[in-house]
């Protein structure tokens, strides 16, 4: 026994070991945080205005600020075409050029599917091979008799308002249909019954003519709301399904109908296939063509060999075999900007072999008829849109996965935002899931959930978004951006490309030069501050890296309704925060679709939990009455194991496969069940297997879908569950994740003032530790640890500060001083007041060298040069400490007081670092001397001020620029008399922003 008992202390010995070793080295990695962690951009072209030097010379620029990662996207947005043509021979040689070079820089590269910002598709795509719809054309015939008529061309569809057409490709859509079948049903006494009014939104959705975007229009329709009941028109205003006859060997080749008509009154539909008119939208000219069809993989590899094999070959030519992690690495298809299809050539094969009947009698349901009768029609287009939805996935991502990793590629994918395949289902087949979070007005934040909620049930690690599209002038800065950073972090995102860098080419006279129409925040080399970004990337990339570890703790999975298309929104109130920038609340959330639900999900400890990623107490049912007994049952086979679930019994099933044996097999097994189908007044429990089910009372919807987060909430709390953190301030924002030795917790001031409070986590008998993003520096810090195993930590926050709270499990060592976060009780050693020696840059107008008496806003100076200045001034002082002990325990820093909007700060020739938020101070005891000190600090601002002065009368248009290489059109350019870009963002009356270091700068002693 004694032999055990130390073997198995042993064990215990060696396991604590290997578990410190591994906090250790993320430690060392969150100091040094490895390049895959390393933020990305968007690297935006346009149409043709390209330079092979400048393109290498971006991918420089990109590397030494700490970017890691570029996606290549050419667009056209209405500039002057330039000198490189897209796909011309010369521009694939400096596309692969330029991959290559990447990869020698260790940047990765992804390619886009195609060109424009959204689709697969091109000036090779023909008509015939794009994007389809089925269309019906009727006319009325009676018999007996004999017909021989002309049968009329149903026209198209109206293209979707994003469809992009060009008239040449507006004509060729027009002129191309291809026959589909040719039917007759005894006419419907009247007008035939329909489903809804002709192009109405839920109609067009139902049908798959179109889906509109979500984040634009905030439909009311973010998904097709099952019902109970539909009413019924009468029998004789609808199609009969068993009368039908099917024409469509009769049909000559010219259109003409021969067919001998039984007696009665007939009504005749010809069908056919038509293009949707979905065009890549922005394409470059020579680029601009159709949309491919999404329901067949041929037409996505035809699509591929035209344009992403030709550049895989030449980047191969050049460069030698791919190398995962450097060079190009990744396929990527953007926000889905495509709306729908709902048909082609071998829809009518696919579909019987996927829902086991065959749709042909149905196809006037394409058109908004009834086809036997409401409910059947319902039903069937259920049916319809779950077939689409699974070609979409099957057949068009799935594919340009699979050609992808025949190249050992990645495939990333941004699964909004017309997408008719259902957002988390399109997303779920990438490797790295994408979102997209706007800094203005465009609520694109549901996207982020759904995409943080692939990564956590689909397994993948790294969850990336498209950061900071927006419209926003030149204004933006790391500071500015640092509350949106924060919450993405929180959300889940651990991977940032920034929107947008444009691509450079036209040299320093031109200056900011290219930009994205009215797009994106101009992360490129031709920023003011683009020199001082290393210290903000060094932040991405340390949090980045901390956040792809272990896997992420959340407590609610909601289950989105069943079918397509869908997107996923939670109750309202599991939100706090500002209202553009929603925080999750105490009990973290995702949410799950029935098909990855049925893949993926198993019960562990009473959780349901998938492969590779996390684990939840409940399970929150959709109010919907509808559920397919396939979706049904994987609820019961889960609840059995061990699961919790929320939610009511659904009634019947929303297909008409199996149909009616499906609605009498989800009757009874939801009686089973549940015990019922009328939920009582209070929460009802339901034990069932090892698990249990809860219903009734306030678990009802708050919403369309869910009950309250707060009733959710409550039970939880009654099940023995605390909220993972709470704070009694109510201002911070957090993350949580484990690893097999840490507890990790990313915590965040989301307000401009400071906040002392404490910190409540989740967490029982760990010593935690302070991790700072911004200085990768660790400190030991102190905590109560209470008998409910809940652990409270006093935190200090400065305005928009973040920390991470880490409990390392088992026995570790403290490293350095303990801390609360921010500097506590720091005193004044000295005051730097004026004068300043400050040095402008004459370039961009300001004096080359002025004494400042006091430090103040550059827009309150009298110089113009200095009030419209934008860029980078230096300023200038010697100082002394007296009574400085150079021995001193105490810290020494430097709090540059308030500042616009970014700094570098020197002393002594030592360089200290780069200062970008709040608290605004860097230590400088290393470099500090008692005597004869020489301080140096380097500030930045945006180009707002500079592109405003500009704009004054004198100043405006006085230069003429041109480029003999023909970028721009090679047209002479009116510039002004600093600046010139592409796109006007102020005008001459509007406001400068506040420039400049404007103190107090202060000495600070912390400690003994």
């Not at 000198?83 to 400096?94: A, G, R, T």
């Not at 091109?122 to 008509?127: E, K, M, R, T």
């Not at 034990?687 to 707060?710: E, F, H, I, M």
């Not at 994740?737 to 989301?750: C, G, K, P």
């Amino acid at each position: 026994m004694k032999k055990s008992v130390s073997i198995s202390v042993s064990i215990l010995l060696t396991l604590v070991a290997m578990a410190v070793a591994a906090a250790d080295s993320l430690e060392k990695e969150f100091s040094a945080p490895p390049d895959s962690a390393r933020p990305g951009v968007y690297w935006y072209f346009l149409d043709g205005n390209q330079d092979r030097d400048a393109m290498v010379a971006d991918l420089r620029a990109m590397k030494e600020v700490g970017i890691g990662s570029v996606l290549f996207l050419e667009v056209d947005l209405g500039i002057p075409r330039g000198p490189v043509p897209f796909m011309s021979e010369q521009w694939q040689d400096n596309v692969a050029h330029s991959f290559v070079e990447a990869g020698k820089l260790g940047l990765e590269v992804t390619l886009g599917t195609g060109p424009g910002w959204a689709g697969s598709g091109g000036s090779w795509v023909d008509v015939g091979d794009s994007m389809q719809h089925l269309v019906g054309a009727a006319v009325k015939a009676s018999g007996p008799g004999v017909s021989d008529q002309q049968l009329p061309v149903p026209p198209p569809h109206p293209a979707n308002a994003f469809a992009g057409m060009s008239p040449p490709l507006a004509a060729v859509r027009d002129k191309w249909f291809r026959d589909v079948a040719v039917m007759a049903y005894p006419a419907p006494a009247g007008e035939v019954a329909t489903i809804g009014r002709a192009n109405d939104i839920l109609v067009n959705l139902k049908t798959l003519k179109d889906v509109p975007p979500y984040s634009i229009r905030r439909t009311p329709h973010r998904h097709v709301m099952p019902q109970l009941d539909f009413p019924e028109p009468d029998a004789s205003q609808v199609f009969d399904p068993a009368r039908v006859v099917d024409l469509t060997s009769r049909l000559q080749p010219d259109g003409r109908l021969h067919w001998d008509i039984p007696e009665g009154d007939w009504t005749i539909l010809r069908f056919v296939a038509r293009g949707t008119g979905q065009t890549t939208r922005p394409a470059p000219r020579s680029g601009h063509g159709f949309e491919c069809d999404k329901f067949d993989a041929g037409s996505y590899r035809r699509h591929w060999d035209n344009y992403q094999k030709k550049l895989i070959d030449r980047v191969i030519r050049e460069g030698g075999p791919l190398q995962p992690g450097r060079g190009l690495s990744t396929i990527h298809l953007d926000s889905w900007e495509m709306s729908s299809q709902n048909w082609t050539a071998e829809f009518r094969d696919e579909f019987r072999k996927r829902r086991g009947y065959d749709p042909q009698p149905f196809y006037p349901a394409w058109m908004g008829m009834v086809v036997g009768s409401r409910e059947r029609t319902e039903r069937f287009l259920w049916d319809m849109r779950k077939t689409s939805q699974e070609l979409v996935i099957g057949k068009y991502a799935g594919t340009i996965k699979q050609l992808a990793g025949e190249y050992g590629l990645l495939y990333s994918n941004e699964p909004y935002d017309m997408n008719p395949a259902g957002n988390i289902d399109l997303g779920s087949v990438a490797d790295i899931p994408m979102c997209e979070f706007w800094n203005d007005s465009l609520d694109t934040q549901y996207s982020c959930i759904e995409a943080v909620s692939i990564a956590r049930t689909m397994g993948p690690q790294v969850v990336k978004a498209e950061a900071f599209t927006g419209r926003p002038p030149f204004n933006e800065h790391p500071a500015k951006m640092k509350n949106q950073t924060d919450w993405a972090l929180a959300i889940g995102i651990n991977g940032f490309m920034f929107h947008t860098f444009q691509h450079q080419p036209l040299g320093p006279d031109a200056m900011p030069g290219m930009t994205f129409g009215p797009y994106g925040i101009h992360w490129n080399r031709s920023q003011t501050f683009w020199n001082f970004l290393p210290a903000y990337h060094g932040y991405l990339a340390r949090c980045s890296h901390v956040l792809r570890q272990g896997e992420a703790v959340s407590d609610i999975l909601y289950l989105t309704p069943e079918g397509a298309p869908h997107i996923f929104e939670a109750p309202a109130d599991a939100f706090e925060g500002a209202p553009t920038l929603h925080d999750k609340r105490g009990y973290s959330f995702d949410a799950v679709t029935p098909r990855i639900l049925a893949m993926r999900a198993k019960v562990e400890n009473g959780r349901i939990a998938f492969p590779g990623g996390s684990a939840y107490r409940v399970l929150v049912l959709p109010d919907v009455p509808t559920m397919t007994p396939e979706t049904l049952a994987k609820i019961d086979e889960l609840v059995q194991a061990g699961a919790t679930v929320i939610g009511k019994p659904p009634i019947k099933s929303p297909s008409l496969v199996h149909h009616p044996a499906c609605d009498q097999h989800i009757s009874l097994l939801a009686r089973e069940m549940w015990g019922g189908v009328q939920p009582s007044a209070t929460v009802t429990r339901v034990v069932r297997g090892k698990g249990a089910l809860y219903w009734g009372g306030n678990l009802k919807a708050a919403t369309d879908l869910y009950p309250s987060y707060a009733a959710t909430a409550a039970l939880l709390a009654e099940l023995g569950l605390a909220e993972d953190f709470t704070s009694p301030s109510g201002n911070l924002r957090y993350l949580h994740r484990r690893t097999d030795d840490l507890d990790v917790y990313f915590v965040a001031n989301r307000t401009a003032e400071t906040v002392v409070t404490e910190g409540v986590f989740r967490i029982d008998g760990m010593q935690p530790q302070l991790w700072d993003p911004v200085t990768g520096k660790i400190r030991a810090i102190t905590a109560e640890r209470r008998s409910d195993g809940l652990t409270r930590v006093p935190l200090t926050f400065e305005p928009y500060q973040s920390f991470f709270v880490v409990f390392p499990h088992g026995t570790r060592g403290t490293p350095s001083a303990a801390s609360a976060g921010g500097l506590s009780d720091p005193r004044e050693l000295a005051r730097l007041d004026g004068p300043w020696e400050v040095a402008f840059t004459p370039a961009t107008g300001g004096p080359e060298r002025i004494t400042f008496d006091s430090l103040v806003d550059w827009t309150t100076r009298p110089e113009e040069g200095i009030r419209y200045y934008s860029g980078t001034a230096t300023y200038r002082r010697k100082f002394d400490v007296p009574g400085l002990a150079p021995d001193a325990k105490h810290e020494v820093w430097l709090d540059l007081g308030r500042l616009h909007d970014i700094a570098r700060v020197r002393l002594n020739g030592t360089d200290l670092g780069i200062v970008w938020t709040a608290p605004w101070r860097v230590d400088v005891k290393r470099a500090l001397r008692p005597t004869g000190n020489q301080i140096e600090i380097e500030v930045a601002n945006t180009w707002a001020n500079r592109l405003i002065g500009d704009q004054q009368q004198a100043n405006k248009g006085v230069r003429k620029l041109s480029w003999p290489s023909g970028l721009l059109g090679g047209r002479e350019q009116a510039a002004d008399r600093y600046t010139f870009c592409t796109h006007r963002y102020f005008k001459p009356d509007a406001p400068l922003m506040p420039a400049g270091l404007i103190g107090p700068v202060r000495l600070l002693g912390i400690g003994d």
